[in-house]
C-alpha cells in the first residue's frame, strides 16, 4: 500500500492553480491574435482602399470652340485640344515644347470624356464657355492625396537675390543647392547647379525680377526624391499652384464604379468584373441549387441503404474538400477541351463553379432535410399521401429555410473563388462590360487578382477598393444568412 | 435560337400541363363524383408537361447536330404530339401519380449521380492528360528530379522542388494554425462565457468568409514587406516573396478550419467523462488535458489532416505571395513555389494541349488530387470511427 496524502501540498494546489490560470490565458491569447489578425486586415485594406474612392478633377473654363467642335458632327470634335488649351490658360509662362507635355501629361487620358458628354447630350453649348470638371492623370491624383511624397515649405532664412540675364535667372540666398525648388514673387524656381549665383530653371515666371525680403520666400520640400517618383518637380509645383489656385476638385470616383476594366488606373473600373460576377453567380445558383437540393431529397428520404448510396456519400464527402484548382482542370479539360466550349466566358465559369460549390449545397440541404422531425413525414404517410407527396409537399417547406441558408453561403464562397477561373480564361484584360452569358468577361476576385498585379502604385489602392466591395457582397450575403436562420428556424 | 427554343418549349409544357389537367378535371367533374380517379387531375397535367418537355429536349438534342435548322420546330411538334398521344389515355384507372413518381425518382438519382459523375470527370480529364505526360516525360525522372524548369530549353521536370516547396509552406502554416486553432477551440468549447463566444464567433466565422484572393493580396503588401522589413532588421537576408509570409497566412485561413472542427469533437465528448475527472479532483485544465483532448484525439487529428489538405491544395495565397522559383531549400526566409502556383502559372493564358508545359500542370494537379484524396479519406474515417464511440 502506498502512502495517501492526508493533507493537499499547499504549494502543489497553488501550482495547479497556477497552470489552470496559465492555460486559460494561452486559449484567450489564440483567439486575441486571431481577432487581432483580423482586425489588422480589414483595416489595412480598408485605409488602403479609401483614396481609390475619391478623384481630383480640374474645373476649367473651356471655351468649346466652333472650329475645334463641329457643330455638324460633334462627335467627332477635338474636345482633347480644347480642354488642354484651357488648362495650360492656367499656366501662361509655361511655353517650351517639353514643357507643356509634362503640363498635358497631367491629366487623364479620358479628361475631356465630361465635355463630350455634356456638348453630345447638349449641343448648343458649342460656342459658349462650359465650366466643366477635368480628371486628372493617376500620378497627379496620387501627388494629390499626398501618397506620392509629402510637401512641405519653410520660409527662406534671410533675403533671396534674384539677378536676371536675359532669360536666365540667378539666385543667391542661404540654403540653395542644386535641385532646390524656391517659390518668391509668385514665380517658382529650381536651382539647376550649386554656386555663389546659384543658376535657376524657372518653373513659373516671377511677378518682376527684384530682390525678396527675408521671410518672403520659401523652400519647397519633397518627402520623396525627384529621381524616386512618378512626377518632377516642375508637374509638382505646377499642381501646388493649381489647388492654390483653387480650380481642383476631389469628388467621388465615379468610374470606380462606372466602368470597366482600362490600363489607364483612374480609369479603371469594376462595373465589368461585378457583372461577370453576377453572370457567373446566376449560372452557378441556377445550376447547383435545383441539382443540390434534389440529390439532398434523393440521398436522405429515397436512397436505398446499399453499396451505391455509400460510395455516393463518401464521394460527395470528398468532393467538398477536393482543391478548388483542381476544379479548374476539370473544366479545362472537359469543358473547354472535350465539349469546346468557348474560353473567358461566364458559362463555363458558372458550370465549374456550379460543381465546386454542389457538394457544399448537399450537405448543407441533407442537414436541413434531416432536421424535419419524422413525425412530420409519418403524419402525411398517414393520411394517405404518397412517400413523394410527404416529401415535397411537407417535409421540404419546412427544411427551405435551410436549404436556403446553406445556399446563401455557399454562394457567398463561390462569389470569392478565384482560382478554377484563372485556368479557364476569365483572366483576361476585358475593357468592355460584358453583357451576355458567351461575353468575354471576368470576375470581382479575378480583376483583384490582375489588378495586385500591376506595377502603378495608382492600382493599389483600387484593388483595395476593389476588395472593399468584395468584402461588403459577401457580408450582406451573410447576413442574409443569418437573417434567413434567426427568422425561419424553428426547433422541434 | 435555343434560347427561343426553350422559351417556345416553357410555354409548350405549361400549356400542356393546363390542357391535362383540365381535361381529367372535367371527366371527374362530368361524372358527377360517381367515378373514382386514381390520381388527382394535377398529377395527369404534370405528367402530360413532363413528357412533352422530355419528348421536345431529346428530339431537339438528338437533331441539333445533323439538322439544326429542323431541330427546333420538329422537337416542338414532337413534344406536342407526345402531349396529345399522353392526353388520350387520361382515364380513372390511369396511375398518373405512379407514372409521374417514376419520373421524379430518376431525376433525383440523376442530380445524385453528377456528384459522381464529377469526380468521374476529375478523374479522366486529370489522368487521361497525365498519361500523356508521362509518355513524352519519364516517371522516375519526374518524381525524383531535382530541378523545375518547364519554361527552359529544353525543359525540365523535376518535382522535388515542388513538393519541398508545398511542405514547406504547408507546415509553417501548421505551426501557426495548429496551436492557435486547437487552443482556441478548447476555450471556446470548455471556458468561453455565452457572451465570450459570441464575440469570437462571429470573428472566426468572417475569418472563413474572406475570399483567398484577399489575403493573398494581404499578405504579398503587408505582410510580406513586414518580415521582409523586420528580417533585415534583425540582419537575415530575407527574399521579397517569402515561404513564411504565404506560409504564415495560410496558417490564419486554416485556424477557423482546425477550430470549428475541433470544436465540434470536444463539444461532443461526452459530459459523463468530465464529470468524472472532476469529481476525482482535477482541475478544469487537468480534465482538458488528460480527459478531453485523449477521448476527442482522432476527431482533432482529423481536424489537423483536413486543414494540411486544405494548406495544400490552397492557391490565391501562394500565387500572389510566394515566388515562382522552385527553389530546393527548407530556408523558410528564401522564395519557394508550390504545386499550385506552377499549375496556375503553367495554365494561364493561351495554351495547346500537347505541349509538355500544359500537361505537366494536369500531371501536378494528379498528384495534388491524389495526396488531398488520401488526406480527405483518412480524415473522413477518424471522423467516422470516432462518431461510432460516442454514438
Keep these: ?492 | 435560337m435555343s434560347a427561343i427554343f426553350l422559351l417556345l418549349l416553357c410555354l409548350l409544357v405549361v400549356a400542356t400541363y393546363f390542357a391535362g389537367r383540365q381535361r381529367a378535371a372535367a371527366m371527374r367533374n362530368g361524372s358527377n363524383g360517381t367515378t373514382l380517379f386514381h390520381s388527382l387531375p394535377s398529377y395527369h397535367g404534370l405528367l402530360l408537361g413532363t413528357t412533352a418537355f422530355l419528348v421536345g429536349l431529346f428530339v431537339f438534342v438528338a437533331l441539333a447536330t445533323p439538322l439544326p435548322a429542323v431541330a427546333p420546330w420538329a422537337a416542338l411538334a414532337a413534344a406536342a404530339a407526345a402531349a396529345y398521344g399522353f392526353s388520350t389515355r387520361i382515364s380513372p384507372e390511369f396511375r398518373a401519380r405512379n407514372v409521374f413518381e417514376r419520373i421524379t425518382l430518376g431525376f433525383l438519382i440523376l442530380c445524385s449521380a453528377i456528384a459522381i459523375l464529377t469526380t468521374v470527370g476529375i478523374v479522366f480529364s486529370v489522368v487521361f492528360e497525365t498519361s500523356r505526360f508521362f509518355r513524352e516525360v519519364p516517371v522516375l525522372s519526374f518524381f525524383t528530379g531535382l530541378t523545375w524548369a518547364p519554361t527552359g530549353s529544353p525543359p525540365v521536370f523535376g518535382f522535388i522542388p515542388l513538393l519541398a516547396g508545398t511542405l514547406l509552406i504547408t507546415t509553417i502554416a501548421m505551426c501557426v494554425a495548429g496551436p492557435l486553432g486547437l487552443l482556441a477551440a478548447i476555450y471556446m468549447a470548455e471556458y468561453a462565457s455565452p457572451t465570450v463566444r459570441a464575440i469570437f464567433k462571429p470573428v472566426l466565422e468572417m475569418l472563413t468568409g474572406i475570399p483567398t484572393v484577399v489575403l493573398g493580396f494581404f499578405a504579398a503588401l503587408t505582410v510580406a514587406p513586414f518580415i521582409r522589413d523586420s528580417g533585415v532588421m534583425l540582419g537575415f537576408t530575407v527574399s521579397a516573396e517569402s515561404a513564411l509570409a504565404a506560409g504564415l497566412v495560410i496558417g490564419m485561413l486554416l485556424i477557423p478550419v482546425i477550430s470549428s472542427l475541433s470544436d465540434d469533437v470536444i463539444n461532443a465528448v461526452p459530459q459523463s467523462m468530465r464529470d468524472g475527472s472532476y469529481a476525482m479532483g482535477a482541475t478544469k485544465s487537468e480534465t482538458i488535458k488528460r480527459v478531453i483532448l485523449p477521448a476527442a484525439l482522432p476527431g482533432i487529428v482529423s481536424a489537423f489532416i483536413l486543414a494540411v489538405s486544405r494548406a495544400m491544395g490552397e492557391t490565391m495565397i501562394v500565387v500572389m505571395a510566394a515566388g515562382l522559383a522552385a527553389n530546393l531549400t527548407a530556408n523558410p526566409l528564401s522564395s519557394v513555389t508550390t504545386m499550385t502556383v506552377q499549375i496556375a502559372m503553367l495554365l494561364v493564358g493561351d495554351h495547346e494541349f500537347d505541349s509538355a508545359k500544359t500537361l505537366a500542370a494536369f500531371a501536378l494537379g494528379f498528384v495534388l488530387f491524389i495526396f488531398t484524396l488520401i488526406l480527405n479519406f483518412i480524415a473522413l474515417r477518424l471522423v467516422q470511427k470516432y462518431k461510432e464511440q460516442y454514438d
Design chain 1, 1 to 492: 500500500m502506498t502512502e495517501l496524502r492526508k493533507k493537499a501540498d499547499p504549494a502543489l494546489i497553488k501550482r495547479r492553480y497556477a497552470a489552470e490560470r496559465r492555460f486559460r490565458f494561452y486559449g484567450l491569447a489564440a483567439l486575441a491574435l486571431t481577432t487581432a489578425f483580423l482586425a489588422v486586415l480589414l483595416t489595412d485594406i480598408v485605409s488602403r482602399s479609401l483614396p481609390a474612392f475619391t478623384q481630383y478633377s480640374a474645373v476649367l473654363e473651356v471655351p468649346v470652340d466652333p472650329e475645334k467642335v463641329d457643330a455638324a458632327n460633334p462627335a467627332a470634335g477635338d474636345y482633347e485640344g480644347i480642354v488642354r488649351a484651357a488648362w495650360r490658360e492656367l499656366f501662361p509662362s509655361v511655353t517650351t515644347r517639353a514643357d507643356r507635355r509634362l503640363l498635358n501629361g497631367l491629366l487623364s487620358g479620358g479628361g475631356a470624356d465630361e465635355l463630350r458628354r455634356q456638348v453630345l447630350s447638349d449641343p448648343s453649348l458649342i460656342g459658349k464657355t462650359v465650366k466643366v470638371p477635368v480628371m486628372l492623370s493617376d500620378d497627379a491624383d496620387l501627388f494629390l492625396k499626398g501618397q506620392m511624397t509629402s510637401v512641405s515649405r519653410t520660409p527662406g532664412e534671410g533675403a533671396l537675390r534674384i539677378r536676371t540675364e536675359g532669360e536666365n535667372y540667378f539666385l543667391s540666398g542661404q540654403g540653395l543647392a542644386a535641385g532646390t525648388v524656391v517659390l518668391a514673387d509668385g514665380g517658382a524656381f529650381r536651382i539647376a547647379a550649386d554656386g555663389e549665383q546659384a543658376p535657376a530653371e524657372v518653373i513659373l515666371a516671377p511677378a518682376g525680377a527684384a530682390d525678396v525680403a527675408a521671410g518672403q520666400w520659401q523652400v519647397m520640400g519633397f518627402g520623396v526624391a525627384e529621381s524616386q517618383r512618378k512626377l518632377n518637380d516642375r508637374q509638382a509645383v505646377w499642381l501646388e499652384e493649381a489647388r492654390e489656385k483653387g480650380v481642383l476638385d476631389r469628388g467621388i470616383a465615379w468610374n470606380f464604379f462606372l466602368k470597366g476594366d482600362s490600363r489607364e488606373a483612374e480609369q479603371a473600373g469594376i462595373l465589368g468584373s461585378i457583372m461577370g460576377s453576377l453572370m457567373v453567380v446566376f449560372i452557378t445558383i441556377a445550376l447547383s441549387l435545383p441539382i443540390g437540393v434534389a440529390a439532398a431529397i434523393y440521398l436522405e428520404e429515397f436512397a436505398p441503404k446499399n453499396r451505391l448510396t455509400e460510395i455516393i456519400e463518401v464521394n460527395i464527402n470528398n468532393l467538398a474538400a477536393v482543391p478548388s484548382i483542381i476544379f479548374g482542370l476539370l473544366g479545362l479539360a472537359v469543358f473547354l477541351g472535350f465539349f469546346g466550349m468557348p474560353r473567358s466566358v461566364p458559362l463555363v465559369g458558372g458550370i465549374v463553379i456550379a460543381l465546386m460549390s454542389l457538394p457544399t449545397i448537399i450537405i448543407a440541404s441533407r442537414a436541413a432535410i434531416r432536421a424535419v422531425p419524422p413525425s412530420i413525414r409519418e403524419a402525411a404517410l398517414g393520411v394517405g399521401a404518397s412517400h413523394q407527396q410527404a416529401v415535397f409537399h411537407h417535409v421540404l417547406p419546412l427544411a427551405m429555410p435551410g436549404i436556403m441558408t446553406g445556399t446563401i453561403l455557399a454562394v457567398a464562397s463561390a462569389i470569392g473563388e478565384t482560382a478554377p477561373l484563372l485556368l479557364i480564361g476569365m483572366v483576361a484584360f476585358i475593357v468592355d462590360v460584358p453583357t451576355g452569358f458567351l461575353d468575354s468577361a471576368t470576375v470581382l476576385p479575378v480583376q483583384i487578382y490582375l489588378w495586385s498585379d500591376l506595377p502603378e502604385r495608382a492600382f493599389e489602392a483600387r484593388t483595395a477598393a476593389a476588395i472593399v466591395v468584395l468584402l461588403l457582397i459577401m457580408l450582406v450575403l451573410n447576413a442574409l444568412a443569418i437573417f434567413l436562420r434567426k427568422k425561419f428556424e424553428r426547433r422541434w
